[in-house]
């Protein structure tokens, strides 16, 4: 990627937050802190719009994936068979069921940047386990304190869903 590469993204850059001191300029509460917050911001979603295969996006990706958070929580317990790992997705949520092509999809997401290993053990019975790597247990240690932080205010956001609900006379029809 060279110089023109560089000026475009730039300017790019320079264009979004244009737009975003526009828009701070009205909320009554912004920070000295918001210009390097959204400086930051802008410039990933700016390289991200170009470069889709970013680690990042992918990782942000993981995150935002019902079943790869499950997986990194599971594999916590040491290298796993896939039919265990689905039959024990099976058993926490079995509102859900999971297909092996699925199970197999993510397992695949998550090894392929580096935060599962696949390992092929060659007994009597030739089978696959599944590990977490060390950069996989850092974002399972993430994926576990996000977990642990709904869990200790699950009183507040079922008081602010039952407020919001009240309010627009939903009765919940919100909910994800």
């Known amino acids: ?10 300017s790019a850059v320079d264009r979004m937050m244009t737009r975003i001191r526009e828009i701070l300029q009205q909320a009554p509460a912004v920070t000295d802190e918001s210009e390097e917050i959204f400086g930051f911001v802008a410039a990933l979603l700016v390289e991200f719009s170009w470069n889709r295969s970013a680690p990042v996006v992918g990782i942000v990706g993981h995150v935002g994936n019902y079943w790869r958070n499950w997986l990194l929580v599971i594999l916590r317990v040491g290298p796993l068979r896939p ?11 079995p509102s859900h069921p999971l297909s092996q092509k699925i199970l197999t999809h993510n397992l695949r997401m998550l090894e392929r940047d ?27 240690d993430l994926v576990m304190n996000l977990i642990e932080w709904g869990y200790a ?3 507040q956001i079922n008081c602010a869903r039952a407020e919001y609900d009240a309010a627009n006379h939903d009765g919940g029809a919100g909910e994800v």
Request: glycine fraction near 6%; charge should be neutral.
């Open 83 to 93: 039919s265990m790992i689905q039959r024990l997705l099976d058993t926490m949520d």
């Open 153 to 155: 205010r699950s009183d």
């Open 1 to 10: 990627m060279g110089a023109d590469y560089e000026s475009h993204r730039l």
């Open 114 to 140: 580096g935060l599962l290993s696949r390992t092929v053990v060659a007994d009597a019975r030739k089978h696959v386990v599944y590990d977490l790597t060390p950069l996989g247990r850092s974002l399972s």
